[in-house]
């Protein structure tokens, strides 16, 4: 009787736009995603944007408000850093860029999938579209656009 029946998932997709001046400024996103992801175990932010665009002064925020005493920078040639964090929800910050690969499977090393699937963490990947295969469809998406002077124009997307 029932055997006929299809089912429709429906996602919804958040989707808020930010203006951000100064870097202090992305702690506003920071606690909006943060809010928006308070029922998963952890949180993959795929942060896309031009170069020098503030992908890397996001994660940093992100450390800082995270608890991170320790200087990040981006990891562009270690590809990967890893902070471990004394934070109620999250023990680990992932900071991942990909700015350098040429194709995927560079990415293989790297155990990503284990590292997305990983409870209590938090994980920043610049240049998400170098290993969207990876990346999970349930990641947030924010991508950071160079404004006027050194304003940023920031849109968040979560499910």
């Given at each position: ?60 925020e ?20 890893i ?10 910050l992932?900071?991942?860029?990909t ?61």
């Amino acid at each position: 009787m029932f055997s006929n029946r299809k089912y429709i998932a429906i996602v919804l997709i958040m989707i808020k736009n930010y203006s951000v001046k100064t870097p202090v400024d992305f702690k506003d996103v920071i606690i909006d995603i943060f809010t928006e992801t308070e029922n998963k175990p952890s949180v993959i932010i795929a942060l896309a944007g031009d170069l020098g665009a503030g992908k890397t002064t996001f994660t940093q925020e992100l450390a800082k408000f995270l608890g991170v005493s320790e200087t990040v920078t981006s990891p562009t040639f270690a590809v990967m850093k890893i902070y471990p964090l004394e934070h109620e929800r999250f023990d680990t910050l992932v900071h991942i860029d990909t700015y350098r690969f040429e194709n995927e499977s560079e990415a293989e090393p790297l155990r990503l999938k284990e590292m997305f699937s990983k409870d209590r963490s938090v994980v920043c990947v610049e240049w998400p579209d170098k290993i969207s295969s990876y990346v999970p469809t349930d990641a947030v998406r924010v991508s950071i656009d160079i404004g006027e002077g050194e304003e940023r124009r920031v849109v968040v997307e979560t499910e």
